[in-house]
């Protein structure tokens, strides 16, 4: 994979990372997409009828309690958008969900440990766009870290 | 790789190797009492310079790769872990690089890193285990201004300061039984 492509892909990455958190303000936590879920599409890549079975999971899937299935569904719409049209490119897309569910980790790890050096740092380092690095503050994390 | 370069490589190096976790349990007849946890999570970072063939690629992988991995290591500790550094060190040499640099010598310099921090954990280790508690920072000052002398500096105080502080809170640490 050239360069280019990578951080293309990472860029994508990112943006879906930050869709994949929802914060409720109510309560004083964040509704989050499991990296669990997204392994039930990444096991997917390798198979040959890839696409028409994540729709199915996406069909017939039961929300956990925190119902950010129910929040977001476009999240996952974006998924199989994304599958779909980088079907003949397996290892895009192998690379994509490590990628999806490295990012969220990183967010999740600012989350719990109340710091955003380590995100901020890594954006910065991956010559990730502003206009994403900036769904950081829209996702309410530096307003959350500043309280 | 020239002599500023060296210099900086060896200063992360002190850096990286004090952040890392430094066991001791009470020495006994036949064992070792210092040993590094999770040694085997830093040297498995040089695996991630070479994810890809295209080492502009691979310098973004390893970005990744450390930031992901190593918060799930033993030696990860809130605002004062081996991550930090690590990622200093990445933007340095990056803001070394020319212009029109395909970024293979900045995977290199990364190497050398990893691979000089995985050695000198060991050196250090082995000079804990060997030396008499009052010899230990004679020799671990012996071996730090060797490899300045190399480079044609004197050694930054502070190295020794850190190592003989993460040697000291290591000892009066008892983490096994």
């Not at chain 1, 879906?16 to 914060?23: E, G, M, P, W």
């Not at chain 1, 969220?104 to 010559?127: C, G, M, P, R, W």
């Amino acid at each position: 994979m050239d360069p280019k492509e990578l951080q293309n892909l990472n860029n994508i990455t990112w943006e879906l990372a930050f869709q994949a958190f929802k914060q409720n303000p109510n309560e004083g936590i964040y509704d989050v997409y499991s990296n669990k879920r997204i392994r039930d599409f990444a096991i997917l890549v390798n198979k040959p009828n890839m696409v028409t079975e994540a729709k199915v999971i996406v069909s017939s899937y039961t929300p956990p309690k925190n119902e950010m299935w129910r929040k977001n569904p476009e999240f996952e719409k974006r998924i199989l958008e994304i599958m779909a049209g980088k079907e003949k490119n397996r290892k895009w897309l192998n690379n994509f969900f490590r990628y999806l569910m490295f990012n969220i980790s990183l967010i999740k790890l600012a989350i719990n440990e109340n710091d955003v050096s380590i995100l901020e740092t890594a954006l910065k380092l991956e010559h990730v766009p502003n206009e994403i690095r900036t769904n950081m503050e829209k996702i309410g994390l530096r307003r959350k870290l500043d309280g | 790789m020239d002599k500023s370069e060296m210099e900086i490589i060896l200063s992360y190096t002190y850096q990286l190797v004090v952040k890392t976790r430094l066991k001791y349990k009470s020495r006994d007849k036949k064992g070792e009492p210092f040993e590094i946890e999770s040694r085997t999570k830093i040297k498995n970072l040089s695996m991630a310079l070479r994810h890809f063939e295209n080492p502009k690629a691979s310098f973004l992988h390893f970005i990744k790769y450390a930031c992901y991995f190593l918060p799930r290591s033993k030696m990860h500790k809130r605002n004062n872990d081996f991550l930090g550094p690590l990622l200093d060190a990445i933007q340095t040499i990056e803001n070394n690089a020319k212009e029109d640099s395909d970024y293979s010598h900045e995977v290199e310099l990364l190497d050398y890193l990893i691979g000089y921090t995985t050695w000198t954990l060991d050196a250090l280790v082995a000079i804990f285990n060997t030396e008499k508690e009052k010899d230990v920072e004679k020799a671990v000052r012996k071996m730090v201004e060797t490899e300045y002398k190399i480079i044609g500096k004197e050694v930054p105080e502070s190295i020794i300061t850190s190592i003989m502080n993460w040697y000291k809170k290591a000892k009066n640490t008892k983490q096994w039984r």
